[in-house]
């Protein structure tokens, strides 16, 4: 008995959520459906209920996002969506969660928005809104290839910067995915501030953050790049002020760039041999840079030959150091010989 009316009320649910999807599509689903704004703007309110279909949020009610509309006819103005009502972390219905979400609120964005910004992004500006696709889809507005983009649409002159970077050519003409996009420099849900010390792009953490790719164990090698590019700054006179907590001294951004890194065979590169006086003189660099100055050698290996003196110098004072180790151990040993013979002739 008490089966058959758990029965009947949960078809009596599914009936009204039904009845109340459709009631939004009896207005919604009229194609042309549209309001005019007061500028004269014809903003379409048509709802193609398969593009909500084909997305991560299929089976979802609208009410399940549109809390706000409980009665028809409905406010004009309606509250936007919060993504969050379902999207934290322990949420009961599914919604992937962890540490990644809650990033957001002490993001950039998540402060400027609670700040009262109302241009920094919401997560539907990121993500979109009927049309959200899984992580793994080429479509989604937030996959390797689509991220500069959906990112430009607000930070404009960057991407345009981007796009003709080495990095941004890479990736979005030549669709090498190892190539960097806006996220695998700034990270996702924890993007801060350059100022911010904790940022990924703060002086302190630039080189770790190129080094994830130019290190040693770096995928740019696999496209004919030197994979010393840290250890050799790290070795630099840069990069032992850098160790020892100096953050004016140059990192990898000051000398390349970031939006707009090129090769050094690139006339508008910041380290062709044309430009790099002017990089190396920037005003709280070295202003009096002469080009004899530039002309070091910055990312040197001093065990490859190709760094040509400096290979010769490590290599001589090495086989001096041997060569005094190796001559100072004879003579203990011959020492401690005739002082054995001495006190056994002594006896
Ligand atoms: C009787 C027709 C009708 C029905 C039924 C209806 N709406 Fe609307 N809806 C409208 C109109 C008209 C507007 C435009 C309001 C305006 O002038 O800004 C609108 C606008 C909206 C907007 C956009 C508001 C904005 O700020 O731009 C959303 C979201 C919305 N409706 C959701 C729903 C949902 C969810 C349902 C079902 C629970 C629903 N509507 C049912 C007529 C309807
Ligand atoms: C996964 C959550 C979600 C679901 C489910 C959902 N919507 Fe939306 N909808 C959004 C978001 C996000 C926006 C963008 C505006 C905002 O942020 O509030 C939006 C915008 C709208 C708009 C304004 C016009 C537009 O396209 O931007 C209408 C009308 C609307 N939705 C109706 C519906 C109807 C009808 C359904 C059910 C068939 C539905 N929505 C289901 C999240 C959702
Ligand atoms: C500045 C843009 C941006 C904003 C704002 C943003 N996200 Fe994301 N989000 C990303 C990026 C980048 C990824 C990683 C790419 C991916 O997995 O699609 C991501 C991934 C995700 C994923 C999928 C991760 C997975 O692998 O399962 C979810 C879910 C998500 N975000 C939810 C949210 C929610 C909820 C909000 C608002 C609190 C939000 N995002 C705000 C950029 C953003
Ligand atoms: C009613 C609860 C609910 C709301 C509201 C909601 N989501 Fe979701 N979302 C889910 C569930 C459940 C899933 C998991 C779907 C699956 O894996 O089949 C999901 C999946 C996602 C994914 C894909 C994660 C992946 O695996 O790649 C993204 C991105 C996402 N949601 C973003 C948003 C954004 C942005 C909003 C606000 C516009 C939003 N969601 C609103 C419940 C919700
Ligand atoms: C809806 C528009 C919008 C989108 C989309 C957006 N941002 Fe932003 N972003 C802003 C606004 C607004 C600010 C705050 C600007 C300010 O106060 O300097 C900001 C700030 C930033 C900052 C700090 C800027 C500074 O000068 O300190 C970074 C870094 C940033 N965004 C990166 C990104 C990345 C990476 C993405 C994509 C994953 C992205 N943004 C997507 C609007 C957006
Ligand atoms: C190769 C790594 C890298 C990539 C790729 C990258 N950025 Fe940056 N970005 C940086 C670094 C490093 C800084 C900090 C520079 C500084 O110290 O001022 C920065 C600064 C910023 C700032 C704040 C300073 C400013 O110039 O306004 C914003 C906003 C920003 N990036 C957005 C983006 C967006 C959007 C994209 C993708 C189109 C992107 N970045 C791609 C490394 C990168
Ligand atoms: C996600 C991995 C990744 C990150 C992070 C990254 N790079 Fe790259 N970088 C690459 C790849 C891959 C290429 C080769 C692109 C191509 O031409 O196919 C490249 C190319 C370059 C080149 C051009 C080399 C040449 O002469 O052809 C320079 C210079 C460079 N990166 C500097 C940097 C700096 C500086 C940073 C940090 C601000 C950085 N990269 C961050 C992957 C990365
Ligand atoms: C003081 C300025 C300076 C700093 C700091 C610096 N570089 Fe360089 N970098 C150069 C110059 C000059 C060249 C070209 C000549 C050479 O290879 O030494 C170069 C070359 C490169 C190349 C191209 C190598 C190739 O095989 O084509 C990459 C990649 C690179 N640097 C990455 C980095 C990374 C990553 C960092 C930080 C860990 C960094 N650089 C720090 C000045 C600098």
């Known amino acids: 008995m008490r089966m058959r009316v758990t029965l009947i009320l949960f078809i009596l649910t599914v009936a009204a959520s039904v009845a109340a999807q459709e009631r939004c599509l009896i207005c919604h689903a009229k194609p042309g459906f549209s309001r005019v704004e007061e500028t004269g703007r014809k903003i379409s309110l048509f709802i193609d209920t398969t593009i909500i279909g084909h997305s991560v949020h299929a089976g979802k009610l609208c009410t399940d996002c549109h ?99 080495v990095h941004g050519v890479a990736l979005l003409r030549d669709s090498v995915m190892d190539s960097p996009d806006c996220a695998s420099c700034h990270g996702e849900h924890n993007i801060g501030r350059p100022t911010d010390t904790t940022s990924q792009v703060s002086p302190a953490h630039v080189s770790q ?101 400096v290979y010769y110098i490590t290599k001589f004072f090495t086989i001096l150091t041997i060569g005094t180790l190796a001559g100072l151990f004879v003579f203990i040993v011959l020492d401690l010989f005739r002082r054995a013979q001495r006190s056994r002739s002594g006896k």
């Open 67 to 165: 809390v706000d509309v409980t009665t028809i006819p409905h406010a004009r103005e309606l509250a936007p969506v919060n993504c969050r009502r379902c999207h934290y972390s322990g949420n009961p219905v599914g919604a992937p969660q962890g540490e990644l979400y809650d990033q957001y609120a002490q993001s950039v964005h998540g402060q400027e928005v609670a700040g009262g910004n109302p241009k920094a992004p919401i997560c539907q500006d990121c993500h979109g809104s009927h049309d959200i696709k899984s992580h793994d889809s080429p479509d989604s507005r937030m996959a390797k290839m689509n991220r500069p983009k959906t990112c430009g649409g607000c930070h404009i002159e960057i991407y345009a910067t981007y796009r003709e970077s």
């Open 209 to 309: 953050t190129c080094g994830e790719c130019h290190g040693p164990m770096g995928v740019a090698s696999k496209y004919g790049i030197k994979s010393d590019r840290t250890t050799t700054f790290e070795d630099s006179f840069h990069g032992i002020a850098h160790q020892m907590e100096n953050r004016t001294v140059a990192n990898c951004a000051s000398c390349h760039g970031f939006h707009d890194i090129r090769p050094q065979d690139d006339p508008k590169s910041s380290i062709n041999t044309a430009n790099i006086v002017t990089t190396c003189g920037q005003s709280n660099c070295h202003p009096e840079a002469s080009v004899q100055f530039a002309s070091g050698k910055i990312h040197v290996d001093p065990h490859n030959k190709e760094s040509g003196l």
